[in-house]
């Protein structure tokens, strides 16, 4: 058995930029251990893989280490892949996942995925976290991750973490964030629990930060980087409990696993 695969730099207008993802359409789900060992063969941060489902998909996600909850930059290119690569003629795509129904539209010269708000509320930090980070923020809330808050942009991009110490902590993973100079808002992703280091461009974090971010400036439509190596912009809308991601997409590989029998 072979299976086409796709991987899409996501979040980014040119390849080398943004978020790489492995697509993977299945016409049946496989076996989950086949699954997660594409993903760990794959070693990116997420593959994506979806199967039909009436007039929808079904979409799971899968680090290196595990499935996960929730994946803003996979959903981005498996849309992107579904759109382009299989000649979908609707305007909509819905993705049935973990974290409910997911809508991805298309919206030129990108796409809109409509995702689930998560608000961040007050934590006890655990001391692992500070001594990771290195350098003390100005605030800690929690979402699904743990979201230390600092002064500047400056404060984010200067930032050596500690990789280790986020082992020891309870939550998926941890985002820092502050103002930016030329967006609303900046922010960095560690997800060291999950085999991925810090993550070029991560969707899912914009759930935890854009509601967050919107009731502290004021706005609803917000402007935001990613401080990774690769880098990559994302504009968030907040739509009452949901958040807006807008992205683009670029083509950087097609490929054929050789499933053994």
């Known amino acids: 058995m072979n299976l086409t695969m796709y991987q899409v730099d996501a979040f980014a207008e040119r390849v080398f930029e943004g978020n790489p993802a492995a697509v993977c359409p299945l016409k049946?789900?496989?076996?989950?251990?086949?699954?997660?060992?594409?993903?760990?063969?794959?070693?990116?941060?997420e593959t994506a893989f979806?199967?039909?489902?009436?007039?929808?998909?079904?979409?799971?996600?899968?680090?290196?280490?595990?499935?996960?909850?929730?994946c803003g930059h996979a959903t981005l290119a498996a849309a992107h892949v579904i759109f382009n690569q299989l000649?979908?003629?609707?305007?909509?795509?819905?993705?049935?996942?973990?974290?409910?129904?997911?809508?991805?539209?298309?919206?030129?010269?990108?796409?809109?995925?409509?995702?689930?708000?998560?608000?961040?509320?007050?934590?006890?930090?655990?001391?692992?976290l500070i001594d990771g980070l290195g350098k003390a923020p100005i605030q800690v809330l929690a979402g699904f991750d743990y979201v230390a808050v600092y002064n500047s942009e400056a404060d984010v991009q200067s930032l050596t973490p500690n990789l280790a110490m986020f082992q020891q902590i309870g939550l998926r993973g941890v985002v820092v964030t502050a103002p930016g100079t030329e967006v609303d808002f900046v922010s960095r992703c560690f997800f060291p629990k999950l085999r991925v280091d810090e993550d070029p461009v991560t969707g899912?974090?914009?759930?935890?930060?854009?509601?967050?971010?919107?009731?502290?400036?004021?706005?609803?439509?917000?402007?935001?980087?990613?401080?990774?190596?690769?880098?990559?912009?994302?504009?968030?809308?907040?739509?009452?409990?949901?958040?807006?991601?807008?992205?683009?997409?670029?083509?950087?590989?097609?490929a054929e696993i050789y499933i053994p029998h």
């Open 87 to 128: 000649a979908y003629s609707k305007p909509e795509i819905v993705f049935h996942t973990r974290s409910g129904p997911l809508k991805v539209t298309r919206n030129e010269p990108g796409y809109s995925m409509d995702f689930p708000a998560t608000p961040l509320m007050a934590t006890e930090v655990p001391q692992a």
């Open 28 to 45: 049946a789900w496989l076996d989950d251990n086949l699954l997660q060992a594409i993903a760990e063969e794959n070693n990116l941060s």
């Open 204 to 254: 899912s974090a914009h759930c935890e930060l854009a509601p967050y971010w919107a009731a502290r400036l004021g706005k609803s439509k917000l402007t935001a980087c990613q401080l990774s190596k690769r880098g990559g912009k994302i504009v968030c809308e907040m739509k009452n409990d949901r958040v807006v991601l807008n992205g683009q997409c670029a083509d950087y590989m097609t």
């Open 50 to 70: 979806f199967v039909p489902a009436g007039n929808a998909f079904e979409l799971r996600w899968f680090t290196p280490a595990e499935e996960v909850d929730l």
